[in-house]
């Protein structure tokens, strides 16, 4: 693949994100409740070393690339999230 050229991603799929937030529980129930309906799995990874910060890994099933955006977009909405990647 050439720098600038577009990635040939097969649509629908399971797309895994990760989340990084302060508080595992309301963000699992935040996001749980935003794609109620949705072929969604949420699963808590890992601890800072001072328990400040825990990261979620998330599949969530998404039709093409607009509501796969769309899902990284929202996630960044819940307020206990930092980073979404």
């Known amino acids: 693949m050439k720098p600038h050229e577009k990635a040939d991603i097969q649509y629908p799929r399971h797309w895994p994100y990760t989340v990084i937030g302060t508080d595992a529980e309301l963000m699992k ?3 749980k409740s935003m794609f109620e309906g949705r072929d969604i799995v949420v699963k808590e990874s890992k601890k800072s070393k001072k328990g400040n910060f825990v990261s ?8 093409d ?9 929202q996630f960044k909405t819940v307020p206990t ?3 979404v990647m």
């Open 65 to 73: 690339e607009e509501s796969r955006n769309h899902a990284f977009n």
């Open 56 to 63: 979620l890994n998330i599949t969530l099933h998404v039709l």
């Open 29 to 31: 129930i935040t996001i």
């Open 81 to 83: 999230v930092k980073v």
